[in-house]
Every structure is written in structure tokens, then in C-alpha cells.
């Protein structure tokens, strides 16, 4: 079946440093959601990657979709700690399904 | 207007009971999948309902059952169960049937089987 793994598992940065999380799967993707789930929260889509090397801007946020749609990333610029919480790639797998990737837990240091 | 909705916040069960969680969509939305998060990891798809009807399934037992009412709203039932099951339980809605649509989530249920 499909894997879904993200890089890095963790990561702790100072606040305004760039951060970026890697999604990589085993397949070929149609597309791919962005969800960020703050702690105690519930996820919040962010973001949804359809093209071929898409990439897509909000504020600080940069997302984008490989070439050979197999992988995606997401790269926050001067993070805040507003940026605090796990970010989850959640690829579309066929058949109504998304599956969600590990996530990256973001850590921002004040 | 009215996000997604989740009934209980919070439950505890023993094992071998059986357990339903309810999800009012967002205002206007049809379609309803339902997630299991247990902690530290991310949202495992379970079910998705539209139209009534199951149309998607993930790799859950038979002891995890749904139903959809006419009003879009949805159930959760959970039999028999182990303490495996313990995690936070999400409703995500969406509107229409294609599956290029954003997926609100609701706050969850966290359920903690003892």
C-alpha cells in the first residue's frame, strides 16, 4: 500500500528562523492536502497541491509539489511562535481516501 | 455559521462496552469521513459517508460501524471494545462528491478506554 513518511519527525528552531518539512511517498500522487494541527487542537487544512511543480504562497507559508509528483514540502520563512504545532501531509491515495502523512512537529523558541 | 460539531468531547469506557460518537457537519456540507488519531500519530481514515452511504472504508475492523442521516449529520459505533481503541476520534466534512475538496475537521471526541 501506500507509505507516506515526513522529515524531520521533530524540530526545534528560534523563532525567525526558516523551517521546511518534507512529504515523501512510495507512488504517484493525483494531489495533496496541508493540514496543521495546533496542540490540544484539531488539524486545519491549509493548503491543496493538484499541478506538477505547483508552488503556492501564503504569507510565510511556500508549498510546493514535486516534479514527478511523488513528494511535496512546505517551508515557513521567519517563524513565529503562532507556527507552533505538527504539520500533517495528506496525500490523496485513490477512492475517496487522504492518508495522512507522520507528521513534523514544529517547536518555536521565543 | 456553524463548523463541524462533535458529540461527546470526551468519554470513558470499559473494555468489551460499545460506543457511539456523533458529528454535525459544517452548514452545507454532505460529505462526512471519520479519523482516528491516537497520540503522537497523525489521523488514520476510517470511513467516509455521502449519500448515506459508506462509499469508502479504511483498514478498520467490522467492530467500527457508521451510519449517515438524511440531515448529513453522522455516527460513529464502536463495539467491543479494546483498549487499542483509545485515541482522539475526528469527523472531517466536505462538500460534493469530488475528493478535491478542503476537509473541515471538528474539535474530536477523545475516548479512553479502561
Known amino acids: 500500500g501506500q507509505q507516506v513518511m515526513q522529515i524531520p519527525q521533530y524540530q526545534h528552531v528560534q523563532e525567525g528562523e526558516d523551517f521546511t518539512t518534507y512529504c515523501n511517498s512510495s507512488?504517484?500522487?493525483?494531489?495533496i492536502q496541508w493540514y496543521k494541527q495546533r496542540p490540544g487542537g484539531h488539524p486545519v487544512f491549509l493548503i491543496q497541491?493538484?499541478?506538477?511543480?505547483e508552488v503556492k504562497k501564503q504569507k510565510r507559508l511556500t508549498f510546493q509539489f514535486g516534479e514527478a509528483k511523488k513528494n511535496s514540502s512546505l517551508h515557513i520563512t521567519a517563524t513565529q511562535t503562532t507556527d507552533v504545532g505538527t504539520y500533517f501531509c495528506a496525500p490523496y491515495s485513490g477512492t475517496y481516501k487522504y492518508i495522512f502523512g507522520t507528521g513534523t512537529r514544529l517547536k518555536v523558541l521565543a | 455559521d456553524a463548523g463541524v460539531t462533535q458529540s461527546p468531547t470526551h468519554l470513558i469506557k470499559t473494555r468489551g462496552q460499545q460506543v457511539t460518537l456523533r458529528c454535525s457537519p459544517k452548514?452545507?456540507?454532505?460529505?462526512v469521513s471519520w479519523y482516528q488519531q491516537a497520540l503522537g500519530q497523525g489521523p488514520q481514515f476510517i470511513f467516509q459517508y455521502y449519500e448515506e452511504e459508506e462509499r469508502q472504508r479504511g483498514n478498520f475492523p467490522d467492530r467500527f460501524s457508521g451510519h449517515q442521516f438524511p440531515n448529513y449529520s453522522s455516527e460513529l459505533n464502536v463495539n467491543a471494545l479494546l483498549l487499542g481503541d483509545s485515541a482522539l476520534y475526528l469527523c472531517?466534512?466536505?462538500?460534493?462528491?469530488?475528493?478535491?475538496?478542503?476537509?473541515?475537521f471538528g474539535p474530536g471526541t477523545r475516548l479512553t478506554v479502561t
Open positions: 452548514s452545507g456540507h454532505d460529505t
Open positions: 497541491l493538484v499541478k506538477s511543480g
Open positions: 472531517a466534512s466536505s462538500l460534493g462528491p469530488q475528493v478535491e475538496r478542503e476537509q473541515y
Open positions: 507512488t504517484t500522487l493525483s494531489n
